[in-house]
């Protein structure tokens, strides 16, 4: 592969006008990108790649696309905010057809809504393009749905790891909705807070609750395990579950886990880290 690293230098006159495009490029598989975003990794002339982004779909881009990786992983060191609006900006106003490939979808979890609000502000016009986001995909390889008409009245997209200035998310006062409500839980970036995810959901969601937890959700080294969800954190730390993962809470897995094992595609380490 061709592509480089490329550091823009400034702003050149207002007469070259180039793009911006916020792509989800879905939980990882490439056949699961759309055909609109496969199009605008194709004809962007400089692509900034997240850290969950699949080199293979990162692939087809063309040879001569300038790629800027600016990945941001909790836990890990990643490239700020600011830094990265700022080279967008920058690579817009230098005439640039701009891809902003995110894992999942843009705007589930993606930051997608800050850096629209930003680059808006500052005169940039921005099209998104949906991805599938990896709480749908991990349900789907599962062969369960998220919602159901005798289980599941709706589903919950929640973060497990809420912003620095951010308040947590409240635990008790969802597992009640929950449960009165009928509702799938999918929980993001909930692998460090399991512990506490999990002391919390029991205040108001039985013992019993059935839990799936999927690691790299469509790769190939995609792992996962089932349990209750008095057993989620014990189960996670014995699995050695890590991060990506997705956190999936609800009784429409009651009829997966009556008939496969607690544990399955176990290897014998983690495939966490940054």
Same mark, same amino acid.
């Given at each position: 592969?061709? #592509?480089?690293i490329?550091?823009?230098t400034?702003?050149?006159p207002?007469? @070259? ?7 989800g ?15 605008a ?8 790649i997240?850290?969950?982004? #699949?080199? /293979?779909?990162?692939?087809?881009a063309?040879?001569? /696309?300038?790629i800027v ?9 990643s ?10 900006? *920058? ?5 640039? /057809? ?10 589930i979890?993606? @930051?997608?809504?800050?850096? *629209?609000a930003?680059? $808006?502000a500052?005169?940039?016009p921005?099209?998104v393009? #949906? ?9 789907t390889?599962?062969?369960?749905p998220?919602?159901? @008409?005798?289980h ?5 997209f929640? %973060? ?9 998310t409240?635990? !008790? ?8 409500a009928?509702? %799938?839980?999918?929980?993001? *970036? ?5 512990q506490?995810? !999990? ?10 609750t ?5 690691q #790299? /959700?469509s790769?190939?080294?995609?792992r996962? %395990?089932?349990?209750?969800l ?5 189960? *996670?730390?014995r699995? $050695? ?7 999936v809470?609800?009784?429409?897995? @009651?009829?997966?886990?009556?008939? !496969?094992q607690? %544990? ?7 495939q966490?880290?940054?």
């Amino acid at each position: 592969m061709t #592509n480089k690293i490329h550091t823009f230098t400034g702003a050149v006159p207002p007469s @070259r006008s180039g793009s911006c495009t916020l792509v989800g490029a879905g939980p990882g598989d490439p056949e699961l990108l759309t055909l609109k975003a496969l199009k605008a990794i194709q004809s962007a002339t400089v692509l900034l790649i997240d850290d969950l982004v #699949n080199p /293979a779909i990162v692939a087809f881009a063309t040879p001569t /696309a300038r790629i800027v990786h600016v990945g941001k992983r909790g836990g890990c060191k990643s490239t700020p905010q600011a830094f990265i609006e700022k080279l967008i900006i *920058m690579a817009v106003r230098e005439g640039e /057809a701009v891809v902003r490939l995110k894992g999942g979808d843009p705007l589930i979890f993606g @930051r997608g809504g800050e850096e *629209m609000a930003h680059l $808006q502000a500052a005169g940039v016009p921005v099209t998104v393009i #949906n991805g599938i986001t990896a709480g749908l995909a991990a349900a789907t390889v599962l062969g369960v749905p998220l919602t159901h @008409r005798e289980h599941a009245h709706g589903v919950v997209f929640v %973060t497990g790891h809420a912003g620095d200035k951010a308040a947590g998310t409240d635990w !008790q006062a969802l597992a009640a909705i929950a449960h009165s409500a009928k509702l %799938t839980l999918v929980i993001y *970036m909930g692998v460090s807070k399991a512990q506490h995810i !999990q002391d919390g959901l029991l205040t108001g969601l039985p013992g019993g609750t059935p839990v799936a937890v999927v690691q #790299n /959700a469509s790769l190939a080294e995609q792992r996962h %395990t089932l349990c209750t969800l008095a057993e989620l954190q014990h189960t *996670m730390a014995r699995e $050695q579950l890590g991060s990506p993962s997705v956190i999936v809470v609800g009784d429409v897995l @009651r009829g997966l886990a009556a008939t !496969q094992q607690t %544990t399955v595609d176990r290897p014998a380490a983690s495939q966490s880290g940054c």
